[in-house]
């Protein structure tokens, strides 16, 4: 069925080393894309959004890249810190222009000190 | 600071009682939303509003009523009729409009628990 998913649930990293989070999407309507960043007893945090009209975009630390032709979103993080532990979250719009946004499971990212 | 203020962060509920979880943002956002999550899955929406006076039922509205009689203010009651209502509910806010899809923010939350 249509969903917004993650290939891996977990994912621990080294302080210091590159961070990579992977999403999959499957409702070819979606044209817009966005990360959340979601601390253990806290609402979701705003990280990074990108359109369909781009296939890469980039913020402080952090990279977002959409592979349309596989319906593949990731999230890169560089120099990953002990902050970044958190519950990571994608979230798609199926062509909705309403504001409404689907969200999959979320990985968690624990990072080593 | 400009933000949305979930209230309370915990809250308990007996059988048969309806509760109401308040959500207050400063943003001057068109739009509202209520989500429910439960442990390790994601974000189900509830209902939204995208205007004042005006909303819709998302994915699971059953057992949960709302409002929107202010632009600041979208409280969400979880009725009686929620038979499993034990969940961490969030509520955003968004621009709307001709600017197309905009991020959500959101509040910190409300943990309810049944007595």
């Known amino acids: 069925g249509e969903s917004v998913g993650l290939h891996l649930p977990t994912l621990s990293v080294q302080e210091g080393d590159n961070s990579i989070i992977n999403c999959a999407y499957s409702n070819s309507a979606s044209d817009y894309f966005i990360w959340y960043k979601q601390e253990s007893g806290k609402g979701p945090q705003f990280i990074i959004d990108?359109?369909?009209?781009?296939d890469k975009r980039q913020g402080q630390r952090v990279t977002v890249l959409l592979n349309k032709t596989v319906k593949h979103l990731s999230l890169q993080i560089a120099a990953t810190q002990p902050g970044d532990s958190a519950v990571y979250f994608c979230?798609?719009?199926?062509?909705?222009?309403?504001?409404?946004?689907?969200f999959g499971r979320g990985t968690q990212l624990t990072v080593w000190p | 600071d400009g933000g949305i203020t979930q209230s309370p962060k915990y809250l308990f509920r007996k059988e048969g009682q309806n509760v109401t979880l308040s959500c207050e943002q400063n943003?001057?956002?068109?739009?509202m939303y209520w989500y429910r999550q439960d442990p390790g899955q994601g974000l189900r929406l509830i209902y939204y509003s995208q205007i004042v006076n005006d909303f819709q039922k998302g994915d699971i509205a059953e057992g949960y009523s709302v409002s929107r009689e202010k632009k600041e203010s979208f409280p969400l009651t979880v009725t009686s009729a929620q038979k499993n209502p034990t969940a961490f509910y969030l509520c955003a806010s968004s621009i709307q409009g001709a600017v197309g899809n905009q991020p959500q923010h959101f509040g910190d939350g409300t943990r309810l628990s049944i007595l």
């Open positions: 979230a798609e719009n199926r062509g909705s222009t309403l504001g409404r946004l689907y």
């Open positions: 990108i359109r369909s009209n781009m």
């Open positions: 943003l001057n956002h068109d739009a």
